[in-house]
């Protein structure tokens, strides 16, 4: 099993909520992460959020994670994005379908294979690129056959690792790796976890 320790946040939407962000990145900053990765919300409604969040991780002095989808923005802002990103240190991406919001069908729905080749395409090799699986099957796939393909295109498109979605059944992460590896996915799939209910950050 591939393993590894890093730590999630959302951004957060209060004062309070800042504050209390940089208490947390340095009790967690403690057990020595990988990363701390930052979500994105559906469609970007986070993006400020995102990349302040991201920018008071790197400023604590670690390595951050963003999160990214299309969502509703163009190939110009991506593209700006990236860089700024790039500019500022950040040197992994987790790139993600993301979702649309509601109310929001129009936007056109870029998947996680699309955004990873957008990303090569716009910066080469700098980033580190993970992406998500889903031992247990996305809810929107039409069969685990199909998951694996959809997985196995955003490998091929350059993504380098993977971030499993939270799962509850040890043998179905162990059975999605062995037929990640028969089709040829080398890549490491790291197992997600919830933290404990009592843990307190």
Do not use: W
Not at 58 to 74: E, V
Not at 127 to 133: D, G, L, Q, R, S
Request: glycine share 8%; net charge negative.
């Amino acid at each position: 099993m591939n393993c590894r320790l890093s730590f999630e946040f959302f951004p957060p939407k209060t004062d309070k909520g800042r504050d209390k962000l940089q208490h947390v990145i340095s009790d967690l900053g403690a057990y020595n992460p990988e990363f701390f990765s930052v979500t994105y919300g559906a469609g970007g409604s986070t993006r400020d959020g995102t990349q302040n969040t991201i920018t008071e991780v790197l400023n604590a002095g670690y390595q951050a994670a963003p999160h990214l989808s299309f969502g509703g923005d163009d190939e110009a802002a991506m593209e700006k994005m990236l860089n700024d990103y790039k500019d500022a240190g950040v040197k992994r991406i987790v790139a993600l379908r993301g979702d649309v919001p509601s109310g929001s069908g129009a936007v056109k729905l870029v998947y996680a294979n699309e955004l990873v080749e957008f990303i090569r395409k716009t910066t080469g090799d700098h980033f580190h690129i993970e992406v998500a699986a889903y031992p247990e099957i996305h809810p929107e796939s039409d069969s685990f056959t199909s998951d694996l393909d959809y997985f196995k295109a955003k490998i091929d498109a350059g993504a380098n690792s993977a971030i499993t979605q939270y799962f509850f059944n040890a043998d179905a992460y162990f059975y999605y790796v062995d037929q990640c590896q028969k089709l040829g996915v080398d890549a490491p799939i790291y197992p997600a976890s919830c933290p404990s209910p009592t843990m307190k950050v």
